[in-house]
């Protein structure tokens, strides 16, 4: 992707797109981010060689552009009822506005085009979509939240949606669709709590996402099935991405639990016992689909053809894996020897 320069171009303007939206004064300043965000990230996208990744950035298109377009009309029409005599209460149009955001960046029941998007990218422009594109929606959220029966219904919505998406799924790319819309549920619980841990929370995930992606795009595996095949003669690689799995899912020993350790303590602190009881039941369910990516590869021995074991990887791959690995294996142990210090 770097080798090419308007893919460097439209990369720029993608980041730049994001920091328009979330440092803007004013609402026009926000969807003119967003504008520039969306129309940078298509070319990233399209691929005239791959139907699916045309199909996946026409789909993305028309949903972003909806989502624009009923922004912009929530937006001017706040305005306008704001400097006339008859009073809509804001309420209406705080909700068509977070409704947009949620739209934009996937979440639950704004859901049915993140998974069919993702199954038609390539790893790379996966992790773009799962990482880069929730931020600047995610930001404005924040600046707007607040715990009432819509956003619970969303949170609920998003965990479940999440977690019981993913079962019966092959594709390892709608599997990390559906874990990032359970991921998102989390985030959303953890911006009615402070904005300090959901930016916690995102930071974790963007980095254990990252690592699994890395691995996944090394090796070129798009299916569940295809991990009982390869990486049989390096169980060192298997082992990298069983950690990162299982620390993705939240599991304690690993980093990935300790956002989630204080998300469940805070809203615990706020009452919010039957939300949290059910996010803690899902994150066992997403659990289950983790490990079902390599748990059967470990425990069964698979017959490899010979000339199907080639290095895939450089030295350099192999240490940066396993510093990945390192840091969400012992994460957490050290944030909390280090908050025991202080």
């Not at 004013?26 to 967003?34: E, I, K, P, R, T």
């Not at 139907?51 to 996946?56: D, G, K, P």
């Not at 069919?116 to 880069?132: F, Q, S, V």
């Not at 425990?299 to 396993?322: A, G, R």
């Amino acid at each position: 992707m770097l080798k090419n320069p308007s893919k460097i171009l439209f990369l720029s303007t993608l980041f730049i797109g994001t920091l328009i939206s979330i440092s803007s004064t004013s609402w026009l300043g926000v969807w003119m981010g967003l504008e520039i965000n969306l129309l940078s990230f298509i070319p990233l996208m399209s691929n005239s060689k791959n139907i699916l990744s045309t199909e996946a950035s026409l789909k993305y298109f028309l949903v972003q552009a909806i989502a624009s377009s009923l922004l912009l009309f929530s937006l001017i029409m706040m305005f306008l009822m704001s400097n006339m005599s008859i009073m809509l209460n804001n309420e209406v149009f705080l909700l068509l506005i977070s409704s947009t955001l949620l739209l934009k960046m996937g979440a639950a029941p704004f859901h049915f085009w993140f998974p069919g998007t993702m199954e038609g990218l390539n790893w790379w422009n996966n992790l773009i979509l799962m990482t880069w594109q929730k931020i600047a929606p995610l930001m404005l959220l924040s600046y707007m939240i607040k715990m009432n029966l819509f956003f619970s219904i969303i949170i609920v919505l998003s965990i479940s949606v999440g977690s019981l998406g993913g079962l019966n799924q092959t594709s390892l790319r709608k599997l990390m669709a559906y874990s990032s819309i359970n991921h998102l549920g989390w985030m959303i619980a953890a911006m009615t709590s402070g904005e300090n841990l959901w930016e916690l929370y995102f930071l974790i995930y963007s980095f254990l996402s990252a690592a699994i992606i890395f691995m996944f795009h090394t090796f070129q595996i798009f299916h569940v099935n295809q991990n009982f095949l390869m990486m049989n003669n390096d169980p060192k690689m298997k082992f990298c991405l069983f950690s990162l799995l299982l620390s993705l899912g939240g599991l304690p020993p690993f980093l990935g639990f300790l956002p989630k350790w204080l998300i469940i303590q805070t809203m615990a602190e706020l009452n919010s016992l039957f939300i949290v009881t059910l996010m803690v039941i899902t994150t066992l369910i997403t659990l289950f689909y983790y490990l079902r990516i390599t748990f059967t590869a470990f425990l069964f021995s698979y017959t490899e053809i010979k000339w199907n074991y080639t290095h895939f990887y450089s030295n350099q791959f192999y240490i940066t894996m396993m510093t990945f690995t390192t840091i969400s294996i012992l994460g957490l142990t050290f944030s909390s020897l280090m908050f025991n210090m202080m």
